[in-house]
């Protein structure tokens, strides 16, 4: 799928690019940038679906009773300190 990306890059790095050369690698430019949208098309969409799943999850957590907010990375990693600390009382 990137192989357009590369076949440009390749083309781009050449010193002697006459009228043909040029046209390919303008063509293969266009190619990639393509490439580049459907892959951010893609990104976009998973994103999405990774937001609907956390939505879910929350959702499922709050009618739990455990609240409506996940942890934050900081309470998270300031619990595993924590607990590496007293790992090491022990």
Known sequence: MLQPILDAL???DSDDLD????H???KQMDV???VADDLEGKLDRLIGELGKVEEGI???AD???????AP??????GTEEKEVG?????
Request: charged letters at 45%; a negative charge; proline letters at 0%.
């Open 72 to 77: 934050s990375a900081d309470k998270k990693a």
């Open 32 to 34: 990639a940038g393509d």
């Open 10 to 12: 390749n083309l781009s």
């Open 86 to 90: 007293d790992e090491k009382r022990e």
């Open 63 to 69: 009618t739990d009773g455990k609240g409506s907010e």
């Open 19 to 22: 009228d043909a050369a040029l």
């Open 24 to 26: 390919d690698l303008i």
């Open 58 to 60: 929350l959702a499922e």
